[in-house]
């Protein structure tokens, strides 16, 4: 009985040193897989012309005497004289742009610097008003508008004021170029 319960011991012993061993003694493996993908998205397309002319960067687009419509019926076709009106059309077409976009237009006129010859006395456009700051006009095509193939106008009305002063011209003398305003456009995408 002896030799039984010795047994009996020595076999339990075993079992529970078994089921100590297997409890402490876990193998935790990790499973790896290697997937490879590949996302490949379109870039949205960033098109846009300022009075038909494609903008790609930092090009210079001059307005001149013959890009100004003037109100005046004192003055040959073609020319301009002091105290006249006129207006300056600037249209914005989205062409392929598939993003909306915020664009700003800062205009130097005399009243910013006296060397130019016209002052703005107001500007309009078709789509959402402008937000004016200073010289600064801000507006917005939206992607509907994009989408529905709208340009914006914008309309810049200015005035040669000559403030009453005369001007000696010396006939002998080359004439130099006027420079009537300046106005600088720039285009960012709506964030």
């Given at each position: ?42 870039v949205a397309d ?75 006395i107001g500007v ?15 507006g917005t095509m ?50």
């Open positions: 009985m002896i030799k039984k319960r010795k047994r009996l011991i020595i076999i339990l012993l075993v079992i529970i040193a078994c089921f100590i061993y297997l409890h402490t003694n876990s193998t935790y493996t990790s499973y790896e897989s290697e997937v490879e993908g590949r996302v490949e998205s379109e960033w098109k846009i012309k300022v009075n038909n002319t494609l903008i790609t960067g930092e090009n210079n687009q001059e307005i001149d005497i013959d890009t100004i419509n003037w109100e005046t019926d004192h003055t040959m076709e073609g020319t301009a004289s002091p105290g006249t009106k006129g207006t300056i059309t600037i249209t914005l077409d989205p062409t392929t742009t598939e993003v909306p976009f915020d664009y700003t237009l800062t205009i130097i006129d005399h009243t910013i610097n006296p060397d130019k010859i016209l002052t703005v309009e456009n078709t789509l959402t008003p402008l937000v004016k700051e200073n010289n600064t006009y801000q939206t992607l509907d508008d994009i989408k529905s193939g709208k340009t914006d106008t914008i309309t810049i009305h200015a005035f040669w004021d000559d403030g009453g002063e005369d001007i000696e011209v010396n006939p002998d003398e080359e004439t130099q170029s006027v420079d009537m305003i300046e106005i600088d456009f720039k285009a960012s995408q709506k964030k």
